[in-house]
């Protein structure tokens, strides 16, 4: 686990939270936002995902988190590695939750969510190696150094 990692060339940009495991890498991006979450498709022919925060529209959030998983991925593609699964997960540790709610967002690539779900997909089984993993955490580390 990694934890507050600037994205060099993007100010004061970070990446709150980069797990690795057997399942490959999840960017967490963690909200303090107290209150309802949801998603939601909006639109009849421009079909779009929205994402919802207490009533507001927070889609944006969703955006960031898919363009530091575009920066990993980046980053793995110009050192060539390619067996790597990568997610994100948007945590939210004070929501509320629906009955029936539903996390996934971008075709499956991003879980909305509190810890307890994230941790879940961070710990995902997959084919990874101890040694595997730990080559990963030193190029992740190398790239994205911390923010303090």
């Not at 909006?42 to 929205?50: L, P, T």
């Given at each position: 686990?990694?934890?507050?990692?600037?994205?060099?060339?993007?100010?004061?940009?970070?990446?709150?939270?980069?797990?690795?495991?057997?399942g490959?890498?999840?960017?967490?991006?963690?909200?303090?936002?107290r209150?309802?979450?949801?998603?939601?498709?909006?639109?009849?022919?421009?079909?779009?995902?929205?994402?919802?925060?207490?009533g507001?529209?927070?889609?944006?959030?969703?955006?960031?988190?898919?363009?530091?998983?575009?920066?990993?991925?980046?980053?793995?593609?110009?050192?060539?590695?390619?067996?790597?699964?990568?997610?994100?997960?948007?945590?939210?540790?004070?929501?509320?939750?629906?009955?029936?709610?539903?996390?996934?967002?971008?075709?499956?690539?991003?879980?909305?969510?509190?810890?307890?779900?994230?941790?879940?997909?961070?710990?995902?089984?997959?084919?990874?190696t101890?040694e595997?993993i730990?080559?990963?955490?030193?190029?992740?580390?190398?790239?994205?150094?911390?923010?303090?």
């Amino acid at each position: 686990m990694l934890h507050d990692r600037r994205i060099p060339g993007r100010g004061r940009a970070n990446i709150d939270h980069i797990a690795i495991g057997p399942g490959g890498i999840t960017v967490i991006d963690t909200k303090s936002t107290r209150g309802q979450v949801q998603l939601r498709t909006v639109g009849v022919i421009n079909r779009r995902e929205q994402l919802l925060v207490n009533g507001r529209d927070r889609t944006s959030q969703l955006d960031a988190l898919e363009r530091q998983l575009d920066r990993v991925a980046t980053v793995l593609d110009r050192q060539g590695v390619d067996y790597v699964n990568a997610m994100g997960a948007l945590c939210y540790p004070f929501m509320r939750r629906n009955l029936l709610h539903y996390g996934r967002a971008r075709d499956g690539l991003i879980t909305v969510d509190d810890p307890r779900h994230a941790a879940k997909v961070a710990n995902r089984s997959g084919p990874l190696t101890p040694e595997d993993i730990e080559d990963l955490v030193s190029r992740i580390a190398a790239a994205f150094p911390p923010a303090v």
